[in-house]
Protein backbone atom coordinates (compact mmCIF):
# COMPACT_ATOMS: atom_id res chain seq x y z
CA UNK A 1 0.00 0.00 0.00
CA UNK A 2 1.42 3.27 -1.20
CA UNK A 3 2.42 5.46 2.18
CA UNK A 4 3.10 9.96 1.82
CA UNK A 5 4.82 10.78 4.86
CA UNK A 6 4.77 14.57 5.41
CA UNK A 7 6.94 16.25 7.84
CA UNK A 8 8.52 19.55 9.38
CA UNK A 9 5.16 21.88 9.86
CA UNK A 10 4.44 23.78 12.54
CA UNK A 11 4.28 27.17 13.97
CA UNK A 12 6.29 30.07 12.68
CA UNK A 13 6.27 33.50 13.11
CA UNK A 14 5.84 36.05 9.60
CA UNK A 15 8.96 36.18 7.89
CA UNK A 16 10.37 32.89 9.16
CA UNK A 17 11.18 29.63 7.62
CA UNK A 18 9.95 25.97 7.44
CA UNK A 19 11.34 22.77 5.29
CA UNK A 20 8.88 20.13 4.90
CA UNK A 21 9.37 16.78 3.43
CA UNK A 22 7.27 13.72 2.32
CA UNK A 23 8.66 9.94 1.48
CA UNK A 24 7.02 7.72 -0.78
CA UNK A 25 6.78 4.55 0.10
CA UNK A 26 4.77 0.83 -0.65
CA UNK A 27 4.52 0.57 -4.64
CA UNK A 28 5.93 -1.23 -7.31
CA UNK A 29 5.19 1.39 -9.29
CA UNK A 30 7.54 4.21 -10.84
CA UNK A 31 7.26 7.29 -8.82
CA UNK A 32 6.96 10.36 -11.52
CA UNK A 33 6.13 14.40 -10.64
CA UNK A 34 5.95 14.83 -7.39
CA UNK A 35 3.79 18.09 -5.73
CA UNK A 36 3.08 20.45 -2.87
CA UNK A 37 -0.67 21.40 -2.87
CA UNK A 38 -2.09 23.47 0.24
CA UNK A 39 -5.77 24.07 1.99
CA UNK A 40 -6.33 26.97 4.04
CA UNK A 41 -9.19 26.73 6.10
CA UNK A 42 -12.65 27.33 4.16
CA UNK A 43 -10.25 27.62 0.54
CA UNK A 44 -9.89 24.77 -1.68
CA UNK A 45 -6.99 23.30 -2.23
CA UNK A 46 -4.25 25.09 -4.25
CA UNK A 47 -1.30 24.02 -5.71
CA UNK A 48 1.80 25.39 -4.26
CA UNK A 49 4.71 23.61 -6.29
CA UNK A 50 5.55 20.70 -8.42
CA UNK A 51 9.00 18.70 -9.32
CA UNK A 52 9.23 15.91 -11.88
CA UNK A 53 12.01 13.21 -12.14
CA UNK A 54 14.21 15.33 -14.37
CA UNK A 55 13.75 18.04 -11.48
CA UNK A 56 12.08 20.77 -13.31
CA UNK A 57 10.01 23.19 -11.36
CA UNK A 58 6.80 24.86 -11.35
CA UNK A 59 5.45 27.20 -8.66
CA UNK A 60 2.66 29.15 -7.99
CA UNK A 61 2.92 32.82 -8.25
CA UNK A 62 2.38 33.23 -4.58
CA UNK A 63 4.76 31.56 -3.22
CA UNK A 64 7.68 32.35 -6.36
CA UNK A 65 10.64 33.55 -4.81
CA UNK A 66 10.30 32.19 -1.33
CA UNK A 67 10.03 28.43 -1.77
CA UNK A 68 12.45 26.32 -3.15
CA UNK A 69 10.82 22.40 -4.38
CA UNK A 70 13.42 19.57 -4.22
CA UNK A 71 13.54 16.37 -4.24
CA UNK A 72 16.03 12.99 -3.63
CA UNK A 73 15.01 10.44 -6.41
CA UNK A 74 17.08 7.81 -4.89
CA UNK A 75 15.15 8.31 -1.44
CA UNK A 76 11.78 8.80 -2.97
CA UNK A 77 11.96 12.27 -0.87
CA UNK A 78 10.20 15.31 -1.92
CA UNK A 79 11.47 18.32 0.15
CA UNK A 80 9.73 21.93 0.33
CA UNK A 81 11.94 25.02 1.93
CA UNK A 82 9.49 27.80 2.30
CA UNK A 83 11.22 31.11 3.39
CA UNK A 84 9.77 34.31 4.53
CA UNK A 85 6.53 32.91 5.83
CA UNK A 86 3.29 34.91 5.57
CA UNK A 87 0.43 34.69 7.49
CA UNK A 88 -1.31 33.76 4.49
CA UNK A 89 0.71 30.75 3.37
CA UNK A 90 -1.30 29.57 6.82
CA UNK A 91 -2.73 26.06 5.41
CA UNK A 92 -2.49 22.07 5.59
CA UNK A 93 0.36 21.18 2.82
CA UNK A 94 -0.45 18.21 1.65
CA UNK A 95 2.28 15.71 -1.02
CA UNK A 96 1.10 14.66 -3.68
CA UNK A 97 2.79 11.84 -5.63
CA UNK A 98 2.04 10.50 -9.41
CA UNK A 99 3.51 6.89 -9.97
CA UNK A 100 3.40 5.28 -13.54
CA UNK A 101 1.85 1.88 -14.04
CA UNK A 102 2.77 -0.62 -16.57
CA UNK A 103 -0.21 -1.75 -18.17
CA UNK A 104 0.86 -3.99 -21.24
CA UNK A 105 4.02 -5.83 -22.72
CA UNK A 106 4.16 -2.34 -25.10
CA UNK A 107 4.89 -0.09 -22.11
CA UNK A 108 1.71 1.65 -21.60
CA UNK A 109 1.39 2.95 -18.49
CA UNK A 110 -1.63 4.85 -16.67
CA UNK A 111 -0.94 7.38 -14.08
CA UNK A 112 -1.95 6.51 -10.33
CA UNK A 113 -1.92 9.91 -8.48
CA UNK A 114 -1.74 10.11 -4.00
CA UNK A 115 -2.11 11.62 -1.02
CA UNK A 116 -0.04 12.31 1.82
CA UNK A 117 -2.17 13.29 5.33
CA UNK A 118 -1.05 16.80 5.51
CA UNK A 119 0.64 18.63 7.65
CA UNK A 120 0.05 21.67 9.27
CA UNK A 121 1.80 25.32 8.69
CA UNK A 122 0.94 27.90 10.72
CA UNK A 123 2.46 31.60 10.39
CA UNK A 124 1.55 34.25 13.12
CA UNK A 125 1.74 37.60 11.98
Known amino acids: QVQLVESGGGLVQSGGSLRLSCTAS????????MGWYRQAPGEERELVAT???????NYADSVKGRFTISRDNAKNTMFLQMNRLKPEDTAVYYC???????????????????WGKGTLVTVSS
Open 96 to 114: NAEFLRVVNVEGATVKMNH
Open 51 to 57: ITTGHTT
Open 26 to 33: GSRDRLNT
